[in-house]
Each structure stands twice: as C-alpha cells, then as structure tokens.
C-alpha cells in the first residue's frame, strides 16, 4: 500500500453513504458485546479495509488507538478487582488494585483492541471516501459547520506550507532553527508567527471575499448533483444493510455477549462463530469491491 506519487492522480474517492452505513454497523457490533471472536473478526476486517485504502492512512488514527488501546491494557487490571486466576499479587489500595489476574488482563486486551480497531476502522473509512462528497452530505444537515470543516480542511495544508515556506526563507538568512535545546529553538522560532499570522488572514479575508462574490448565504443553496452509486458502492451498500441487521439481532439476543469475570470460559460458540464470520466476511468483501 504506498501513496500516490508527485506525478500520479489520487484515485478518485468514494461516495459516503454505503461507507458510512458500513462502519456504523461495525462499530455498534463492536460496542454490543466483548466476545474476543467477534471483536477479532472486526479487527481483520478493519485492518483489510486499511490495506485496501488508495492512501495510507493518518498516524493520527494509528498512533491514537495504539495509545487508547494500550492504555486500556494497562489501566483495566489496576481498576478492577475480580478474576479467580492470581497473576502478580500486591496491595489494594484505594484507587489502584495492584493484584493483577488473567480475567481482568484478558479484559483490558478485550477493551483496547475494541478502541484500537475502531480507530484503524474510522481512518481506513476516511481512506476510502470522497472528501468533497462527505462534506456535501454533512451540508445537508449542518450546513455551517461543514463550511467550517471544509474551509479549514483546506487551509491548514496552506498554513503548514506556509510555514515550511517562511521558515526556510529564515535560515537562508541565516536564522538556525535546528540547533539547541527545544526552549531555544522555541524562541528563534517565535517571531515567525507574526509573518504566519498575516499570512493566514490574508488567505481567510481572500476565502471570504471570493464567498461574497459567489453569492453565498444570498439565496437558496445550489449543490450539484449526486453522482450513482457504482456497482461495487451498491454492493458495499448492500453489505452494510446486512451488517447493520446483523448488530440489531446481536443487540436483541446478545449473541456476541461474553463474561470475563468471574473465570474465563472458552469463547468457541456457534453462535458467536456466525456473528464473528459475518462481520469479518462483510468488511473484507467490502475492502476487496473497494480495491477494484
């Protein structure tokens, strides 16, 4: 999975809806029930949806649920206070249990790869979708805070090339803003947001004056029309439908229901197999309709 390169176009993205239906479904599937088969189904699924992506996906999605997730791991057993198998013994205090067993340890792995694979889910999805049809869609609900969205989307790439801009402007003049400890660098570096500043008010009074010109907020909103779904969204769509009834009737039966405490019982059941196949089977054909 590599990027687009300089020369290359970016794939165009796709249409919302069938994706967000999708990862809706998941995620209610995965916040239904804390059966290990199920959330590992999703997990596989989430990460084929990544690998699918025309673009890898932001570190802010990876780094954030490896954190979250790992936090989760960790804090579970010093929080709870149950399980039958004695792994590390220690004191109870007040706030922390530092007697750690096999039950609270299989639960914090439990609740932080729920985290982590929603986090991976959440960005292979944003991977996937078209950005400008995403936000046409948030219009039709929130219509000034997509323009917020949307306006800064794409003035922060600006800003940060405006900033690389300045800055190599500065050490060509002989300013070192490589050298020194942090604080050092921090101060050198400071009378560069001045320039900045300006900069990016001068682009939000352009935006805003090319708006007037257009005639925004003077009549009733125009939005051009909706492309059709394509063969593969359609199918998408239609995997997303069955995932979704899938997460009601696990709701509804909690069939993907799973007890940590007091002792850990073998997760192999048949129905827990079927819930876990169909959401890992549903996710993964939607990654291979989106690679086509």
């Known amino acids: 999975m590599t990027a687009p390169g300089a020369g290359e176009a970016a794939p ?17 599937l995965a ?3 804390d059966h290990p088969l199920v959330l590992a ?31 989760l ?5 010093l929080v709870a206070s149950e399980g039958d198998l004695i792994l590390v013994r220690g004191p109870a205090l007040a706030l922390i249990d530092l007697e750690v067993t096999v039950e609270e340890l299989a639960a914090g792995l439990a609740a932080g790869a729920r985290v982590a694979l929603v986090a991976v889910l959440v960005g292979a999805l944003l991977a996937h979708v078209d950005p400008d049809r995403l936000q046409s869609l948030a219009s039709r609900l929130a219509p000034r805070s997509a323009l917020v969205m949307g306006l800064a989307a794409r003035l922060v790439p600006a800003l940060e090339r405006d900033a690389r801009g300045i800055a190599e402007t500065a ?12 604080a050092a ?24 004056e090319a708006m007037a010109a257009r005639g925004y907020g003077s009549g009733p909103r125009t939005r051009l029309p909706e492309p059709r779904l394509s063969p593969d969204e359609r199918g998408v769509l239609a995997l997303g439908i069955g995932l979704a009834a ?43 309709a989106l690679r086509r």
């Open 41 to 71: 189904a999703l997990a596989v699924g989430a990460c084929a949806l990544a690998l699918a992506a025309p673009s890898r996906l932001s570190r802010l999605f990876l780094v954030g649920g490896a954190v979250s997730g790992g936090g």
């Open 73 to 77: 791991v960790v804090l579970t057993p």
């Open 31 to 33: 916040f239904a029930g």
């Open 12 to 28: 165009p993205g796709r249409a919302p809806a069938p994706l967000l239906v999708l990862g809706a479904a998941a995620i209610v």
């Open 171 to 182: 050490r060509l003049r002989g300013l070192d803003l490589s050298g020194g400890s942090w």
């Open 185 to 208: 660098r921090a101060r050198r570096a400071a009378p560069l947001a001045v320039p900045l500043v300006g900069t990016s008010l001068e682009r939000g009074l352009d935006a805003a």
């Open 246 to 288: 899938a997460a009601v009737a696990v709701i509804a039966t909690g069939a993907a229901g799973y007890a940590y405490y007091p002792t850990l019982v073998s997760p192999l059941s048949a129905g827990a197999a079927a819930v876990a196949s169909l959401a890992g089977g549903a996710l993964i054909g939607a990654a291979a």
